[in-house]
């Protein structure tokens, strides 16, 4: 099965359509939230015959779903906690994605465990990750991912000369995958809507529809408008993250899940602060420590501590860094220091709360819950077994539609882009000389749309002034900054900046520098005039000063009241 590519578009025309069609035509199933978890499930929903809507608040993808480690893995942690199920499920996604459903988007990476003590560490930790390995292979087929091997001392210091001396008495190299985790929410809608679903971004519910106790769709505002609507539907689910409870309480707190909020931080850095050619795993006290290769960079991090501030914007303070950079300062020969940290995002877990107080101990599995008639809720979980999420989530729609629906088929069905991306891939030389850009170009391009790429060297070939660099943001093109707002649903200025593209953490300026160009390129498909380009570019910069500054502030709450003073460009209503 393959997406219709002609319809995977998100541009200005089709949210109009799909507004449209969600306020005169009652679908089969309306998801609430764009995250991972509903965009999963609007995807999971299309392919299964039905019709679907899908209405995002904010951005897409702009909750927790862009803020994670972006590894797709099963978890050496829950291995150690003998998660063995979850382990094994999480794996045999890994497996999936990596080699059938999103090549171009997830890859291969290695991680390099180094021993502080002697012999039984090895023995221990060795143990662990050869069943990881072993959990990792699905029904006897291959993994896709080299095994782990052992290293002297030696090797593992040539390997990461990073590392100090003292830090290493041998190590283990391992392998997981990672991900763009903004653009694969992003590009679970695009393939959704080329199944026909109707996605739409900047929307928000405020409450539900009801018949007696049954929900029969929901209330919503286009925020870009005002305008009010109402969207029906025979089975509403909710895929809100940490907004759960906000949603709970529209149908008169007569919910079944409690969701919590942990918040975890990450640095960015750049690639020549710290040599080593292999990812770094260092066992923290309460958790793990991650330093991932991320383009010319690296993500460091997180951390695990509980937020009750504001969910949309969740703060790194000065105390979060500081503690990311002690952990990380414990194994590095040269440490690294606050000038060094390029970028810091910050996101927030939704863990299903349990007994423990700890939050760093609380399930990383999730639920799906039938409160009312009608309404389907689905929380918990984590990024990489989002497929199996939206599966038992429809699962639970199924039951309540009169329709005989037949069984999730997502492990068939590539994303967008998938499909046709090896040959582009082995192409790439060729595509290199017929477009004038240069090899490094076609790559990146290729690991950031797939197949789709295409569409946009078409647009570079239509226009090639598109295929100059971003001013400020030289590793991105300026079409790739059109294409955002003419196929990928982006339609303001941090949305292209921070998911789109990663040029707010990946520039020392924070993008501050790209800010009014990428608004110039943004103004013709989305329409701008003069006075919206500089709102826009003064919006960018006030949110930017703000996290600035919050990242300065000793406490959680000092830093959220800092950013709460820079309101969003669309602020959802309270
Ligand atoms: C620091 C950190 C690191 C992580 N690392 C990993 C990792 O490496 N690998 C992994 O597998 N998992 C990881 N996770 C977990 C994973 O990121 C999350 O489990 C996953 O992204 C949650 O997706 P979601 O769709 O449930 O929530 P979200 O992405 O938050 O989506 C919910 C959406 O609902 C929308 N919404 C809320 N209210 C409304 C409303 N009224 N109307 C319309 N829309 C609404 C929000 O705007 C939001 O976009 C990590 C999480 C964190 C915080």
Known sequence: MTADTRNTRLGPAERDRALTALARTEHQVLVVGGGVVGAGVALDAATRGLSVGLIEARDFGSGTSSRSSKLIHGGLRYLEQLNIGLVREALTERSLLLQRLAPHLVRPVSFL????????????????????????????????????????????????????????????????????????????????????????????????????????????????????????????????????????????????????????????????????????????????????????????????????????????????????????????????????????????????????????????????????????????????????????????????????????????????????????????????????????????????YGALATEVLDMIAAEPDLGRPLTGAEDYLRAEVSYAASHEGARHLDDVLARRTHISIETWDRGLSAAAEAAELLAKPLRWDDRQVANEIGHYLATIEAERASQEEATDQAADALLLDAPDIVPVIS
């Not at 050869?130 to 991912?145: E, F, H, R, S, V």
């Not at 899940?257 to 942990?262: E, Y």
């Not at 793990?288 to 997180?302: A, D, Q, S």
């Not at 952990?327 to 000038?339: F, K």
Request: charged share 20%.
């Open 113 to 448: 465990f180094p021993f502080t003590h002697h012999v039984w560490e090895r023995a221990y930790i060795g143990a662990g990750v050869t069943a990881y390995d072993l959990l990792g292979m699905t029904m006897g087929q291959a993994k896709g991912l080299p095994g782990h091997r052992q290293l002297t001392r030696h090797a593992a210091l040539r390997l990461a000369p990073a590392l100090k001396r003292s830090a290493v008495t041998g190590a283990l190299v391992y392998w997981d995958a990672q991900v763009d985790d903004a653009r694969y929410v992003l590009t679970l809608l695009r393939t959704a809507a080329g199944y026909g679903a109707n996605v739409v971004s900047r929307t928000q519910v405020t409450g539900f529809l009801r018949e007696g106790e049954r929900v029969t769709g929901v209330r919503a505002v286009d925020l870009e408008t005002g305008r009010e609507l109402e969207i029906r539907a025979q089975q509403v689910v909710n895929a809100t993250g940490v907004w759960t409870d906000e949603i709970q309480q529209m149908v008169g707190g007569r919910g079944m899940i409690n969701v919590r909020a942990s918040k975890g931080i990450h640095l960015v850095v750049p690639r020549d602060r710290l040599q080593s050619n292999t990812g770094i795993i260092l066992r923290t006290e309460k958790s793990v420590l991650f330093i991932i290769p991320w383009g010319r960079h690296w993500i460091v991090g997180t951390t695990d501590t509980d937020w009750t501030l504001d969910k949309a914007h969740p703060a790194a303070s000065r105390a979060d860094i500081d503690y990311v950079l002690a952990q990380v300062n414990r194994v590095l020969a040269v440490p690294l220091t606050r000038e060094d940290v390029a970028g810091v995002y910050a996101g927030l877990r939704p863990l299903l709360a349990g007994e423990s107080d700890s939050t760093s101990r609380l399930s990383r599995e999730h639920v799906v819950a039938h409160p009312v008639p009608g309404l389907v809720m689905i929380a918990g979980g984590k990024y990489t077994t989002y497929r199996l999420m939206a599966r038992d989530a429809v699962d639970a729609v199924a039951h309540g539609l009169d329709w005989r629906v037949p069984p999730s088929c997502t492990d068939e069905v590539p994303l967008a882009g998938a499909d046709g991306y090896l040959p582009l891939w082995n192409a790439r030389h060729r595509l290199a000389r017929s477009s004038g850009l240069h090899v490094a170009r076609i790559e990146h391009l290729l690991g950031r």
